[in-house]
């Protein structure tokens, strides 16, 4: 959840000790408006810095609506000083959102494109920025993706050291005997010949990390031939555009850090008067 530390703590770096900038009498009404097409995201935190603040504000849009350049997605009324405190806080979280929803969306619509059977969820990894996880994965979800974990406790992933540690069928033992029943385990496998193994030694997804389409495929019908309950997971790597061939794989999920390390800002600019 975003708290009233969050924001005083995002406006007391963009502030300072001494605003002599913002010090502008009077009220004023201003307007946050889209310079390019995109996903619109992030509009919650910009409300709340700005309802901090003591404005008004209205967003005649919603997050995860399809926008383009020229469209108003947020206005708000108040104290000239306080608009103009917020501002540059809220351009810069809903860029930032929009950017990862925008570039979801555009992986879930390159899933979308395949003609495989059953199309495979987008979603997103924990390599969030520290501070702004909750912002950038409400965006993922606003994007059409899948949020994956949000953080260490709400799945165990049993990742290459783990097994390097304790082997593959011991680690998934260790970590199914300390998870409460509610809890999944999604293991990692490097190799597509592994893929079986872990399904039918108890992993409820198996993630087939760094796997090139082909591998992945493989791995896939492995897992399938062997009858287990488990789903599959792809990541490591892929980019959008490799979406598609991942997709035609047959795989249940995929996975993609890049949607949040990597997404570029949505442009906007803040208007008063």
Known sequence: MLTDSDIERWLREDVGHHDVTNSVPGTTEGRLVAKESGVVAGLDAATAVFEYLDC???????????????????????????????????????????????????????AESSTADSTPRIAGTRKTTPGLRGIEKRAVAAGGGDTHRLDLSHMVMVKDNHIAEMGLVDAIEHFRERASFATKLDVEVEAPEDAP???EAGADIVLLDNMSPGETERAVDLVAAADADALTEASGGITVA?????????????????????????????RTG
């Open 242 to 270: 490799d979406v598609p061939a991942y997709a035609e794989t047959g795989v249940d999920i995929i996975s993609m850090g890049s949607l949040t390390h990597s997404a570029p800002t949505l442009d906007f600019s803040f």
């Open 197 to 199: 193994r872990t399904a």
């Open 56 to 110: 008004a504000v209205e967003t005649p849009v919603d997050s995860g609506s399809a926008i383009d350049a020229g469209d108003v997605v947020l206005r708000v009324d108040g104290p000239a000083q306080s608009v103009l405190r917020g501002e540059r806080v809220a351009v810069n979280i809903t860029g930032h959102a929009a950017g990862v929803a925008t570039k979801t969306r555009a992986a879930v619509d390159a």
